[in-house]
């Protein structure tokens, strides 16, 4: 775009460029991209089933987008500003696309490594079909804690975990909802997480332990519940088609070289987390070690791997390590149940996921940009005139803005900032507004597939969103509490009154 000339700046806008200046979106204007995006997602589900994320939903997104664009030019926004509000969306995102491609390479070096075959043959060992699912949910919680990191437990622990409960029989899909409820209850629980530090500054006037400690009234009765179905799930599973469990393992040991050494590259990622080592240079350095550790571990695989027999073993090592990490690690034992559970990883498998990231915040960015958001929330902060209602209205919001901007951090960002000024006036303290936050935009994430999270999870556990949301129990029931909570006025934190907005309204309590 060129400047303007010095003498039109001393001018002044002209006439024509204030003519050209943005109109705020009317109602209709901002329902409209929304009900498109709903109506496009709808036709690819119905089209394409489960199938839908592999192109079909990113078709969806991305023609959404585009209507949400021409929206925004009818209301004067330049095509200009419209794309750089696009291009800012998708650079958003780009720290989340380098760790998706970290996790994709390191799935491939852990396979090759031996790393994630010896998880599931210590697994099966220890871990009975009858208290599988809550086993799994358990560690996976306590490994969040550790680590911080949700997306870190979902893709190293949670890869292991789906492929044991394909060995014993037993749903992936459940597996997978166990997974989800563990490292989501351990990412909120931890002063380690980004959006747990992240969502008290938002909101302000709290610390980060207090907001921990007001978010345990929900998560845990939330993760308790969640635990006491997943044992009973366990008690009724009736696993199919599995072979026993010295079987398993016979099977196992016969194909791979099972070790502690392969565990290493687990233990290092650890190291790198306690260490506060940023995730994506943390998963890459023990995908890079996994793959320098695979020839000493696994030779015979990573031999059969490449399949170059002139080769050394110096080029056949270093050749694996780059096949490894780039298009992902394919088992060639010969059983097809070993080859079908590890053939996994490549930055490449997480392609499809990143084209589903891109679309979903390109329309995001269009949208926020264009001031649709804040039309659709501002008619809901003003009609919440009560505590429960308006409780309900941040988790609606951060639930909707999960469903409609495709991002984790809008849906806590955009609720945090809208609704701190009203919970002042109503006298209801910050770690009110953030564990309402924390209970909708933070865990519902994970259960919208178009979402960062819930592609990101439902890449690399292999299990698609549809199938593990309904054992979600977690992230479904905290919402559900906190809203629950504010109704009846249970563990809701207020502001003493001489500290309390002296505007703030004269309104009843629910």
């Not at 806008?13 to 997602?41: F, H, K, N």
Request: glycine share 10%; net charge negative; aromatic share 8%.
């Amino acid at each position: 775009m060129s400047e303007p000339s010095p003498a039109a700046a001393r001018e002044g806008p002209s006439p024509a460029a204030e003519s050209r200046q943005p109109r705020p979106p009317t109602l209709l204007d901002a329902i409209l991209p929304v009900v498109v995006l709903i109506g496009l997602i709808a036709l690819t589900i119905v089209l394409f089933g489960v199938g839908a994320t592999d192109g079909p939903l990113q078709v969806a997104l991305l023609l959404a987008a585009a209507f949400a664009s021409l929206i925004a030019f009818k209301n004067g926004h330049t095509v200009a500003a419209v794309a750089e509000a696009a291009i800012g969306g998708v650079t958003s995102a780009l720290g989340a696309i380098f760790i998706l491609l970290a996790v994709g390479a390191l799935i491939g070096t852990w396979n090759m490594a031996g790393t994630i075959p010896t998880i599931v043959y210590y697994g099966i060992g220890l871990l009975s079909p009858t208290w599988f699912y809550l086993a799994s949910a358990a560690i996976c919680a306590l490994v969040g804690v550790i680590t911080g990191s949700s997306w870190t437990t979902a893709g190293t622990l949670g890869v292991a975990f789906v492929g044991m409960a394909k060995v014993l029989g037993l749903s992936e899909a459940i597996a997978a909802g166990a997974v989800i409820c563990g490292a989501y209850f351990g990412d909120k629980m931890t002063p380690l997480s980004e959006t747990t530090i992240l969502v008290p500054r938002l909101v302000g006037g709290i610390t980060v332990g207090q907001h921990i400690r007001n978010m345990f009234w929900t998560a845990g009765p939330a993760i308790g519940i969640s635990l006491g179905i997943f044992l009973l799930l366990g008690l009724n599973a009736e696993p199919s088609g599995a072979i026993s469990t010295d079987a398993a393992q016979d099977v196992l040991g016969s194909e791979y070289n099972i070790s502690v050494v392969n565990l290493l590259p687990l233990l290092l990622l650890v190291f790198f987390s306690i260490r506060k080592v940023p995730p994506f240079l943390a998963i890459l350095g023990s995908a890079l070690f996994a793959g320098i550790l695979a020839p000493f571990t696994q030779p015979a695989a990573v031999k059969a791997f490449v399949d170059e027999p002139d080769l050394g073993p110096v080029a056949t090592g270093i050749e694996a390590i780059y096949s490894s990490m780039a298009t992902g690690f394919v088992s060639v034992t010969g059983n097809e149940k070993i080859d079908e559970l590890f053939s996994r990883g490549g930055m490449a498998s997480m392609l499809t996921t990143v084209w589903l990231v891109l679309g979903a915040l390109s329309f995001a960015a269009i949208v926020e940009h264009a001031g649709f958001l804040d039309r659709l929330l501002a008619p809901i902060v003003a009609r919440a005139k009560s505590r429960g209602s308006l409780i309900l209205a941040v988790n609606g919001s951060g639930i909707g803005l999960n469903v409609v901007a495709g991002d984790q951090y809008v849906a806590v960002v955009l609720p945090s900032r809208m609704f701190r000024r009203e919970f002042a006036r109503r006298g209801l303290a910050p770690q009110s507004l953030s564990r309402a936050v924390e209970d909708s935009g933070t865990v519902t994430s994970v259960l919208v597939p178009w979402n960062t999270c819930g592609a990101y999870i439902s890449g690399v556990l292999g299990v698609p969103t549809a199938a593990y949301l309904p054992f979600c129990f977690f992230n479904i029931l905290s919402p559900l509490l906190d809203v629950l909570f504010g109704f009846i006025g249970f563990k809701v934190p207020t502001i003493p009154p001489e500290e309390q907005l002296t505007d703030a309204p004269a309104e009843e309590e629910a």
